[in-house]
């Protein structure tokens, strides 16, 4: 089952699905595909209800009695009837697509929140007939697809009707960057780290600046002032359709602006709550919803056990929180070029840089396995502290090796991230004071200095050094 050309990548994704839809079972078969929205999810199942001759059915926002209308049509198609069946329930239509005999193909729900949030019994309803055809020795395959995430992840976990049915559970996540590199055509390694910063590894914004790339360094500028930052087009508002789509709430402004404290620097929940003017408990539900829907990751501090902090996951949220919102109502009216000037330096120092840290994360996340000199067990950041000098070392790539019961933890690699400094001794320095610190608690015997830089490399940092550039980062894409 060729996948089609119109799909970029997903390879991986594709082919978990054509296992799911071709596999023989004598059982059921659910499948689940979750991942935030514009990720492309709706391009692979509905090529893979086409290529297998299944069904497809596209939910939309509406009322229980229009969605059965929709879904008997799509049924009506899919069997060639003269006229499609009538249901007067999900009860009676769920019961009437697990009767149905010799499909091909997986029936695939797509939208399946905008189902289930109008009729919650629906879950319930799947999971009966989903164990009567286990027991009938029927072999319908089901696969359920959605963008709320919060939605998504809850319908195989914990208590809910459906767990431990499923056999897949996909989640199509955004192209990493070197992916994205290659999406977007951008074959410079610094331009390519710029685009990354606003658009991410989402492929659906290409669509919305109509294949508007780049075409250098000299042009970027114009390119964020002809598409990210242009009320005409539809990347503009994108940032704030995005909190809106991905959950249901009620006071938005809140969540804006602990996005925007995340966004700001202030990663921890003190530092959250200070920024927005609540409790430190008053944002726990905000902090989890956000969490749960994709927009806030959280990252442990490797060296404290139970310190994290929060980082915004999506991009062009950060770069609408820190450049487009401060000055939303002189960018609805024309005045872009200003706003952009006035915010360059915090594009860079707000968006860029933290961004390019998560970026050399990744890079080491993917790196073969002599780099560091065996697989790592877990990559991250994580503060140091340095009571004697009263200071703390920020170390923004840490490379552990897995634990081992009874033995002390080896450090791998200790790595500096600079956007736009040149990385020198005093960069070192303080990489190795970070190692001295903590050969108390740890293996540092064996662990790499690295430095990551976007600006370039002093001559006498020395051959045991490791230094990673933006051609480093970009080697097996450019």
Known sequence: MRKPARIFARNQEWAHLERFATASSEHPQLGVVSGRRRQGKTYLVEALAQQTKGLYFGATQAMETESLALFATAIGEHLRAPSPPRFDSWDAAIRFLFSIDGSPGPFVIDEFPYLSAVSPALPSILQREIDQAASAGRQTRLLLCGSVMSVMGGLLAGTAPLRGRATLELVVRPFDYLLAAEFWGAVDPRLAVLLHSVVGGTPAYRRFVNDDSPR???????????????????????????????????????????????????????????????????????????????????????????????????????????????????????????????????????????????????????????????????????????????????????????????????????????????????????????????????????????????????????????????????????
């Open 216 to 478: 250098s360094m000299e042009d970027f500028d114009d390119w964020v002032l002809r598409t990210a930052l242009s009320p005409a087009s539809p990347l503009f508002r994108e940032a704030r359709y995005l909190l809106q789509e991905e959950m249901d709430v009620r006071d938005s402004a809140l969540y804006h602006s602990v996005l925007a404290a995340v966004a700001s620097g202030n990663s921890t929940r003190g530092g959250i709550a200070n920024y927005v003017g609540r409790k430190a408990t008053d944002i726990g539900h905000h902090l989890a919803v956000l969490e749960d829907s994709g927009l806030l990751r959280r990252q442990q501090d490797v060296f404290r056990s139970g310190r994290s902090g929060y980082q915004v996951a999506e991009p062009l949220v950060v770069f609408y929180q820190v450049v487009m919102r401060p000055q939303w109502g002189l960018l609805e009216s024309g005045r872009a070029a200003n706003v952009w000037k006035a915010a360059r330096a915090r594009f860079f120092s707000q968006v860029v840089g933290p961004h390019f840290e998560q970026i050399c994360r990744e890079y080491a996340t993917a790196a073969p396995v002599e780099l560091f000199g065996e697989l790592p067990g877990e990559i991250g950041a994580g503060v140091v502290a340095d009571h004697y000098n009263r200071s703390q070392i920020e170390v923004g790539v840490v490379v552990l090796a897995p634990a081992e019961p009874g033995r002390r933890r080896k450090i791998l690699s200790l790595g500096e991230v600079k956007w736009g400094e040149v990385m020198g001794r005093r960069h070192l320095d303080r990489l190795a004071r970070a190692r001295q610190l903590l050969s108390k608690d740890y293996d540092t015997a064996d662990t790499i200095l690295a430095c990551y830089s976007g600006a370039g490399f002093e001559e006498d940092l020395g051959s045991e050094v490791l230094t990673v550039g933006l051609e480093d980062l970009y080697s097996s894409a450019l």
